[in-house]
């Protein structure tokens, strides 16, 4: 089984005329955050809005996707969550009744292939053909998703979704809300209501997808780490009896400090589970410290690669080093592939690549 994950998008404005080269899809990338539809809002914390009657009753447990890691002393305290690495989903929401085990598995982030849908490119992909798309092409079955992924998300388009990865065998793990817009640690009261009711509404569509993972976008500018902090809790208050997890990432206002995950998690105190994004982070320096600091807390991991050259040449920063950080501190997999090409046909055959180093590296490893 194998898998890739991908965050790496241009906006549908750039699609018109000559395509960007594969290395501006980042900079792109909080510019085309897509908006998702819901049925409606709702200020109550309590209430699953649209979603309420599909998800009423769901729990969630422990996760068999266990791994034994060290750690440094300060996050000891935090070794359940290296040694489980994820929540499951109840039987309720999931296709099979034994836990999918995501180590040493290598998954494609969805967001990777979002500038070659169907709605944002005449003939693109269409979504429910995702899934059969990125098992024919690339042999995965673990797919990270992204709001960027739906021109609208509801219970009906979640319920196919998961119905089209049933199909091909596909487990969707995660669901990166990158809607537009939207800041839970906004000093307007209103506004961080406003987000957290957009996001629990998205918590609700990632249960009926069976996902066992959200992960908020940081904001580009640091906001009241007050009010981020509550709103974070307030959000796992509500996912975390669904079975899913928040996850960090290193985005945005984060990746300037190697030790921004760690430290919000630890303010948070919820033991929420790291993301780590190999390229998320303002030089390399910054990129190889913070990678050693937050792959012991890691549930899964973007391992992004930029820009390939014609021999697959990666000058932006050292893949192979990025990959013998996170295994190093333990961290297993699921290991998602993010990149972003304009060709979709050269796409296919530089994840290809991507994923067949790590592959091969996990062997080597061994």
Same mark, same amino acid.
């Given at each position: 089984?194998? !898998?890739?994950?991908?965050?790496?998008?241009?906006?549908?404005?750039?699609?018109?005329?000559?395509?960007?080269?594969?290395?501006?899809?980042?900079?792109?990338?909080?510019?085309?955050?897509?908006?998702?539809?819901?049925?409606?809002?709702?200020?109550?914390?309590?209430?699953?809005?649209?979603?309420?009657?599909?998800?009423?009753?769901?729990?969630?447990?422990?996760?068999?996707?266990?791994?034994?890691?060290?750690?440094?002393?300060?996050?000891?305290?935090?070794?359940?969550?290296?040694?489980?690495?994820?929540?499951?989903?109840?039987?309720?929401?999931?296709?099979?009744?034994?836990?999918?085990?995501?180590?040493?598995?290598?998954?494609?982030?969805?967001?990777?292939?979002?500038?070659?849908?169907?709605?944002?490119?005449?003939?693109?992909?269409?979504?429910?053909?995702?899934?059969?798309?990125?098992?024919?092409?690339?042999?995965?079955?673990?797919?990270?998703?992204?709001?960027?992924?739906?021109?609208?998300?509801?219970?009906?388009?979640?319920?196919?979704?998961?119905?089209?990865?049933?199909?091909?065998?596909?487990?969707?793990?995660?669901?990166?809300?990158?809607?537009?817009?939207?800041?839970?640690?906004?000093?307007?009261?209103?506004?961080?209501?406003?987000?957290?009711?957009?996001?629990?509404?998205?918590? @609700?569509?990632?249960?009926?997808?069976?996902?066992?993972?959200?992960?908020?976008?940081?904001?580009?500018?640091?906001?009241?780490?007050?009010?981020?902090?509550?709103?974070?809790?307030?959000?796992?208050?509500?996912?975390?009896?669904?079975?899913?997890?928040?996850?960090?990432?290193?985005?945005?206002?984060?990746?300037? @400090?190697?030790?921004?995950?760690?430290?919000?998690?630890?303010?948070?105190?919820?033991?929420?589970?790291?993301?780590?994004?190999?390229?998320?982070?303002?030089?390399?320096?910054?990129?190889?410290?913070?990678?050693?600091?937050?792959?012991?807390?890691?549930?899964?991991?973007?391992?992004?690669?930029?820009?390939?050259?014609?021999?697959?040449? !990666?000058?932006?920063?050292?893949?192979?080093?990025?990959?013998?950080?996170?295994?190093?501190?333990?961290?297993?997999?699921?290991?998602?592939?993010?990149?972003?090409?304009? @060709?979709?046909?050269?796409?296919?055959?530089?994840?290809?690549?991507?994923?067949?180093?790590?592959?091969?590296?996990?062997?080597?490893?061994?």
């Amino acid at each position: 089984m194998v !898998h890739l994950d991908s965050n790496q998008l241009v906006s549908p404005a750039n699609n018109k005329g000559s395509a960007p080269a594969s290395g501006a899809v980042f900079g792109a990338l909080a510019k085309d955050m897509e908006r998702s539809v819901f049925c409606r809002s709702t200020d109550d914390p309590s209430e699953a809005s649209g979603f309420a009657t599909a998800t009423r009753g769901i729990r969630g447990g422990a996760d068999s996707n266990a791994r034994g890691r060290a750690c440094s002393p300060v996050l000891r305290r935090r070794e359940f969550l290296i040694a489980t690495g994820a929540f499951a989903v109840s039987a309720a929401i999931r296709s099979s009744a034994a836990p999918v085990k995501l180590e040493r598995q290598v998954g494609l982030v969805a967001a990777t292939l979002a500038q070659h849908q169907d709605f944002r490119k005449k003939g693109g992909l269409e979504l429910m053909d995702l899934p059969k798309a990125i098992h024919g092409e690339l042999g995965m079955t673990v797919i990270d998703m992204n709001t960027m992924n739906f021109a609208e998300l509801n219970e009906r388009v979640a319920g196919q979704f998961r119905t089209a990865a049933d199909k091909e065998g596909c487990v969707l793990t995660n669901l990166k809300l990158n809607q537009r817009g939207l800041d839970i640690g906004d000093a307007d009261e209103g506004k961080r209501k406003h987000a957290l009711d957009v996001y629990r509404r998205s918590v @609700d569509a990632a249960a009926i997808m069976g996902m066992r993972w959200v992960r908020p976008l940081p904001t580009a500018k640091a906001p009241q780490q007050s009010h981020l902090i509550d709103s974070l809790r307030r959000l796992d208050d509500y996912a975390r009896p669904k079975g899913i997890r928040v996850l960090i990432e290193n985005f945005g206002w984060m990746q300037a @400090d190697a030790d921004s995950v760690v430290k919000l998690i630890n303010a948070v105190d919820r033991d929420l589970p790291a993301s780590p994004d190999t390229g998320n982070w303002n030089s390399n320096a910054v990129r190889y410290a913070g990678l050693e600091l937050t792959f012991p807390l890691a549930a899964t991991c973007d391992f992004k690669a930029k820009t390939l050259g014609p021999d697959f040449e !990666h000058k932006a920063y050292d893949l192979k080093r990025c990959f013998d950080i996170g295994w190093k501190a333990g961290f297993r997999g699921p290991w998602c592939i993010e990149h972003g090409n304009n @060709d979709l046909k050269k796409l296919w055959t530089e994840l290809r690549w991507v994923r067949d180093q790590l592959l091969k590296w996990m062997k080597e490893a061994a």
